[in-house]
């Protein structure tokens, strides 16, 4: 699995984050790009690997790295993106969900509940909004619309850069009403629906 973290500004260049790990590997990852000769090494920065493992990553670990940054990153005003890539059965579903068990919460539910600590809670008079989309099988779907047929476009807007044409927007006020939000997408969600629940 391949997870990337980036943060642009806008009406700023764009730049990625590299996410800062206590232990590394001297494993390298080939990438081969399809139809040609050229491929890449990448290093790997940390393995999840079984609890046992004294190189273990778990899901506050892997928060620790990459979603709370991405947060700090948010609140300063930057658009922020945690990509997760990999195989099928290689672990995005889980690292950005996880479970609902204690200690079990992937990347997404933890940064939910840390800015509804850090900022929600605040009644500074800002309206917070959430969507929850996937992409499955090159098809971008709504979490949030039950009634939500097809894929959605992705658009680009000359000044707020990328976003999901008639995407869901629903008002929050506590991390209750965004829990609340969750359940509802996981229930419409083809990948959580398949690998996870």
Known sequence: MFILACKC?????????K????????????????HSSEH????????????????????????????????????????????????TGAGKSYTMM?????????IIPQVFYADSVNKITKSDGSLRRVSYMEIYCERVRDLLNPKSKGSLRVREHPIMGPYVEDLSKMAVT????????????????EILFKHLL
């Open 174 to 189: 506590n991390y209750s009403d965004i829990a609340d939000l969750m359940d509802t997408g996981n229930k419409l969600s």
């Open 98 to 106: 996880g479970k609902q068990d204690p200690g079990q919460q992937g």
């Open 40 to 87: 890449r090494k990448l290093p790997f920065s940390s393995v999840c690997l079984q609890e046992e493992d004294p190189s273990f990553a778990s899901q506050g670990k892997v928060y620790q790295d990459i979603g709370e940054e991405m947060l700090l990153h948010a609140f300063e005003g930057y658009n922020v993106c945690i990509f997760a890539y990999g195989q």
């Open 9 to 17: 500004k806008r009406y700023r260049t764009k730049r990625c984050i």
């Open 19 to 34: 996410s800062r790990c206590n232990f590394m590997y001297e494993i390298l990852a080939l990438i081969f790009l399809r």
